[in-house]
């Protein structure tokens, strides 16, 4: 388990507290359209301003290009939205990075840390006088915990203490729980349309879970892999070597791979698209398996009821169209039944989960696409990596 300190450890009172936060939530003519991840960071600001602390908040929003302002980029209406929400005055500081003034118990939001020159590169200079901002420094911004910039990493550096969030620290306790403490069996449903992007996912998550399910078109070039016709389905020819290597690996470890024995096809890529349920091995030439079939969603429905953690990246198939939806939409019924603890992330997943309104049945949703991937692989998080160094005391500015 990764020992850092915990802004819950520490006595904030009066104290200068720099807290990252992923407030990158989208904008549209000065006002924010989704607040989630305001939400999801407002029981930290609260309790740094409850604790007595001067809060000041950075994070990024967009991409900008550093060291040119860009007005529809300012995190102005953040600042008006957390204001909102907390029921008082959050203060915006567009000039920060020369100092600022902060009382005890009052929040001031920070100009968007990519404005700055140096930032993506974690130029010393500019962790060092974000640094100087503070007393304490608390990443709670696990989105960018994949990131080595100046906001997420330099600054721990160089602050005087540098410790987790609650928001950070819930999340990876939640992973690394799911990871290396699983109750079995553990179960993984990967999917989505490259073996390619997930390849490093697969083969870290293969040496640890009783069962992968795969689907999209990853489930496609392992059967391709495996000799079954796959027609025009999106698969990857050059990756049917790696594939096969994978599922020999799967035989040898005892982390089965079951293969899809029934598909839905059709003969065009389309929302208007005709779909038809097929046995794999019947899958025609000018067909393109577009889902799993009825048998295969419930014969992998009834693993996950049984399993005791679940891991779930990718849908199983296009279901963005709805007659390609249903192996997902019963996966995520089975993983919101079953009792596992339960954790699911990336983009399209999340889509998935809210289009078929299993939301309240997954124990954990992770919001940080990127972040959450790299943890799958059995990356060290360079934020984490950081904040464990930190806790064994201060680095020499
Ligand atoms: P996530 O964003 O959750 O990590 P991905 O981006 O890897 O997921 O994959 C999601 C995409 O994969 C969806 O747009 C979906 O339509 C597509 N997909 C799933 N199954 C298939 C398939 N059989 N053929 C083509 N595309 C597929
Ligand atoms: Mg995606």
Redesign the pocket.
């Known amino acids: 388990m990764a020992s850092f300190i915990r802004m819950s450890d520490l006595d904030l009172a009066g104290k200068r507290v720099l807290i990252r936060e992923d407030l990158n939530v989208p904008v549209q003519d000065g006002v924010v359209t989704s607040d989630a991840r305001i939400r999801a960071a407002l029981p930290t600001i609260q309790a740094a301003r409850d604790a007595g602390a001067r809060v000041i908040l950075m994070s990024h929003l967009g991409r900008p290009e550093e060291g040119v302002y860009d007005e529809e980029l300012s995190l102005a209406p953040v600042a008006a939205r957390i204001s909102e929400l907390l029921g008082s005055k959050v203060r915006f500081e567009r000039e920060w990075l020369d100092g600022i003034d902060c009382e005890p118990g009052e929040v001031v939001l920070v100009e968007n840390v990519r404005f700055n020159k140096g930032e993506k590169k974690n130029d010393d200079g500019l962790s060092k006088k974000m640094a100087a901002l503070c007393d304490v420094f608390v990443m709670d911004a696990f989105a960018t915990a994949h990131r080595a910039e100046a906001s997420t990493n330099g600054v721990a550096k160089y602050a005087p203490v540098a410790c987790a969030g609650p928001l950070l620290s819930g999340e990876l306790v939640a992973l690394e729980k799911a990871l290396h403490e699983p109750a079995r069996p553990l179960v993984a449903i990967v999917?989505?349309?490259?073996v390619s992007?997930?390849l490093t996912v697969l083969e870290n998550l293969l040496g640890k879970v009783d069962k992968l399910i795969v689907?999209?078109?990853i489930?496609?070039t392992v059967l391709a892999a495996a000799g079954q016709p796959v027609g025009k389905?999106?698969h990857e020819a050059d990756m049917t070597g790696i594939a096969s290597g994978l599922m020999e690996r799967s035989k040898q470890s005892g982390g089965e791979i079951p293969l899809p024995t029934d598909v839905v096809v059709a003969k065009e890529?389309s929302a208007a698209a005709e779909a038809d349920v097929k046995p794999v091995e019947n899958v025609a030439g000018d067909d393109?398996?577009?889902?799993i079939g009825p048998d295969t969603s419930e014969c992998f429905a009834a693993a996950l009821e049984g399993a005791g953690t679940i891991l779930w990246?990718?849908?199983?198939?296009?279901?963005?169209f709805d007659q390609?939806g249903e192996g997902t939409r019963v996966l995520a019924n089975a993983v919101a039944r079953s009792s596992a603890f339960s954790i699911a992330?990336?983009?399209?997943?999340?889509?998935?989960i809210d289009k078929y309104g299993v939301r309240e049945g997954i124990s954990y949703i992770s919001t940080a696409?990127g972040a959450f991937?790299e943890f799958l692989e059995g990356k060290k998080l360079p934020a984490v990596a950081m904040l464990e160094s930190r806790a064994g005391g201060p680095v020499a500015a």
């Open positions: 999917g989505g349309s490259k992007t997930k689907g999209g078109g489930a496609n389905s999106l890529f393109m398996i577009l889902d990246n990718g849908p199983v198939g296009v279901f963005e390609f992330g990336g983009g399209d997943t999340i889509a998935a696409g991937l």
